[in-house]
């Protein structure tokens, strides 16, 4: 069964860097729109950005507005998101997510997520 993997997660200082990446378990898999999420501890998973299929158009959340960049690379069939300037408050599991087929309008797809923590 197809999966999304993610990675890139880890541990840094408030003010660091990190830029997650999501591809397919299986690399021949279509993907079209696809989205990150997280989820803090004890708290609901919450939207963070989304792309669509060409990569042409993007929405990242207000909360991460300014510091967050959703991206892709179709030819590697992987999403990528760039985080700076990060808050402890930005301390989640990340997870992927993707449309399996155009307009759909929900993410059939989803991984497992990468765990990322932000020391203060």
């Known amino acids: 069964q197809v999966q999304l993997v993610e990675s890139g997660g880890g541990f840094l200082q408030a003010g660091g860097s990190l830029r997650l990446a999501c591809a397919p378990s299986?690399?021949?898999?279509?993907?079209?729109?696809m989205g990150w999420f997280r989820q803090a501890p004890g708290k609901d998973r919450e939207f963070v950005a989304f792309i669509d299929a060409s990569g042409g158009r993007t929405y990242v959340a207000d909360a991460v507005k300014g510091r967050c960049t959703i991206s892709r690379d179709n030819a590697k069939n992987t999403v990528y998101l760039q985080m700076n300037t990060l808050k402890p408050e930005d301390t989640a599991v990340y997870y992927c997510a993707a449309e399996t087929s155009p307009s759909s309008g929900k993410y059939e797809l989803w991984g497992q997520g990468t765990q990322v923590t932000v020391s203060s």
């Open positions: 299986e690399r021949t898999v279509s993907l079209y729109t």
